[in-house]
């Protein structure tokens, strides 16, 4: 497989995913299996109607689009496969397709543990998180999270 189709196959999948468009196990199966544009198109013949774009190539525009927002923002988008991909979630029943990502995409390899937040965080709450995000940190894990706004 040539490097364009690999980045065609992953723009596509990228947008799907993002949209919601098609289940993970479905892009999953397609990120997997495909080895040419062809895969691509059966796939798009059986997957179009639940889709509101009409193509291919309005499906590869519009990841475009999206791509450069996560690019304003910073954010990277890592699917399962790829090198930076964390190693640690192939190993969970269910792996996510993909994650998004802000910051040093290298730490991902080494310990971790996860800050699970709250949307309605008390003040003693956050100063008990700093505490033990600091704590881990001097343990060698590096504090992650889904991103919540507590």
């Known amino acids: 497989m040539g490097a364009n189709f690999l980045m065609l196959l992953r723009d596509f999948v990228f ?10 196990a ?3 199966h ?17 997957n179009a109607n639940k889709m509101r774009l009409k193509s291919i190539d ?5 990841a475009q689009e999206v ?5 304003y923002y910073h954010a990277h988008v890592i699917f399962e496969g790829e ?22 995409a290298d730490l991902l390899s080494q310990a971790q543990i996860a800050i699970v937040g709250s949307r309605d965080i008390a ?7 700093q505490l033990i995000c600091s704590a881990a940190l001097c343990l060698g894990y590096i504090p992650c999270s889904g991103g919540a706004l507590g």
């Open 83 to 104: 090198a930076r991909y964390p190693p640690q979630l192939m190993e969970s029943r269910r792996p996510p397709l993909a994650i998004v990502l802000r910051g040093n």
């Open 58 to 62: 309005a499906v590869l525009s519009a």
């Open 30 to 46: 397609l990120l997997r299996t495909a080895k040419t544009e062809e895969d691509i198109e059966r796939f798009w013949m059986t």
């Open 26 to 28: 479905a892009l999953q």
């Open 67 to 71: 791509r450069e927002r996560y690019h």
């Open 123 to 129: 003040p003693a709450a956050i100063e008990a998180t």
């Open 15 to 24: 947008l799907l995913w993002h949209e919601s468009w098609v289940g993970s």
